[in-house]
């Protein structure tokens, strides 16, 4: 099995600590297969998400590479032990702060491991190292053993600041962050873009269609629910938009933040033609997204915060019928479409209902997380 240059360098320099940042599409799920099978399967763990799983063990099977594969939320029911090396796939779902307040249950776990065995290789996969914070960065670094004092990393991403909302200063991020931690993730993490894999990577358009929606009628929401309220009140309208896109495009892949919007959508674009619906609450999503993948003709809905782990490569067209409020959502569900096995030209629509599709747009689009509380007055 042939491996693509970006693999085969990054299995000749065989580091034993790595943050893998390739894109989505670029194969991090072979580099993590082919870097345990070098010496570090004998006792190996892998922890992904639940919808990935299969794919995972498809893989090291492929590769003829033996290791455990968990998921992530059962990663934290695993008592402490040695294992010859870790993988862990979507690392970023790992880091949350470790030493401000704000630390998950999964970060805990996983610093638990890395303080009882330091020693031990473990391999971070993500195509999002730095989601929304300058914290991201630093607790991945702190699991492969590239630990920077914290007071210091807050000094020079954050200030302290007062502002009239706050009763106290506060830690605030500096507009800069962005610009002074790219040095620092290019020092420490192994980057692949899909444009340097590839001779040619396909064009992708973008078009943003304006959607009429009837007034919103705030009488009677709670103020700190104001801004989902009329978001949701926005997505009224879309399928006829969806429905016309879909007659350009034998197979069209939806996106909506909102379970019952996914629901409703599956509902109607299934009169149209064959749907496939997945969210959260949705069981075999591994299995519903490959039959999705593999058909001719089809209308795939899935749910905004569900971008990560599957092939989309067989869909030429993504409709953001609404957005997740999350730039990691975003850029993952972008890349499902782009895989380096097989590339063409691609198009994103994205239906604004209201200014509160618009302000999910703008804030995404700024590489920045949506906070509807940040908007009520606005």
Known sequence: MNLYPHQQRFLDKNPDKALLAWEGGTGKTIGGAIWLRAGRDADALVVAPKRVVKKWQAEL???GTKATVVTTDGFKKLPIKPWSAMVVDEADEFASPLFIKG???RAECLYKYVQAYPDMPILLASATP????PWNLHTLLCYIGQYRDWKKWREFFYSLERRPYLPRPAWLVKDDWRHKIRPILEKYADIVLLRDCVGYLPPFTEEVIMIKTSPFNPIGVEPTKLVSAEHRHEQQNKLGDILAIGRGFRKVLVVAHFVEQVESL??????????FMVHGGVKDQEALLKRANEVDDCFLVVQASLGAGFDADTFSCVVFASMSYKVRDFVQMKFRVRRIHNLHPVKYVFLHGGRRDKQVYKTIQ?????????????
């Open 266 to 275: 599956a509902k109607e674009l299934s009169k149209d033609r064959e749907t």
């Open 366 to 378: 700024l590489g920045k997380d949506f906070v509807p509380s940040e908007w009520i007055k606005k």
């Open 130 to 133: 730095i989601r929304s914070s």
């Open 61 to 63: 099977t492929k590769w």
């Open 103 to 105: 630390r998950s249950k």
